[in-house]
């Protein structure tokens, strides 16, 4: 059964940090373009951060450029999402996503900034 499943979410304060992990099972990880998506309260679904199987290529969204950094631990066949100075606008449901020649979509992680 192929599974992604998100970790690491919760309740931070503004500036705080959170690391989010997706863990892979049922298929090569390592041979897998990786993203993280998130879907905010009355805002579309988008593309926060990813990774290339090949190359380990990272591109970010620009408003958490410089904040964010998406990474990847083929030994662990996890993505991981490093997540700093932390601001309320990054409310959301995070999604871990993976593509080859199919794609899968993990349930989410709540992630909520608030003080």
Do not use: H
Not at 6 to 23: H, I, M, T, Y
Not at 43 to 60: D, H, M, P, Q, W
Not at 97 to 105: F, I, L, M, P, S
Not at 106 to 112: D, K, R
Request: charge should be positive; proline fraction near 3%.
């Amino acid at each position: 059964q192929v599974q992604l499943v998100e970790s690491g979410g919760g309740l931070v304060q503004p500036g705080g940090s959170l690391r989010l992990s997706c863990a892979a099972s049922g298929f090569t990880y390592s041979n897998y373009f990786m993203a993280w998506y998130r879907q905010a309260p009355g805002k579309e679904r988008e593309l926060v951060a990813s990774i290339t199987g090949v190359g380990g290529r990272t591109n970010y969204a620009d408003s958490v450029k410089g904040r964010f950094t998406i990474s990847r631990d083929n030994a662990k066949n996890t993505v991981y999402l490093q997540m700093n100075s932390l601001e309320p606008e990054n409310t959301a449901v995070y999604l871990c996503y993976a593509y080859n020649t199919r794609v899968y979509w993990g349930q989410g992680t709540q992630v909520t900034v608030s003080s």
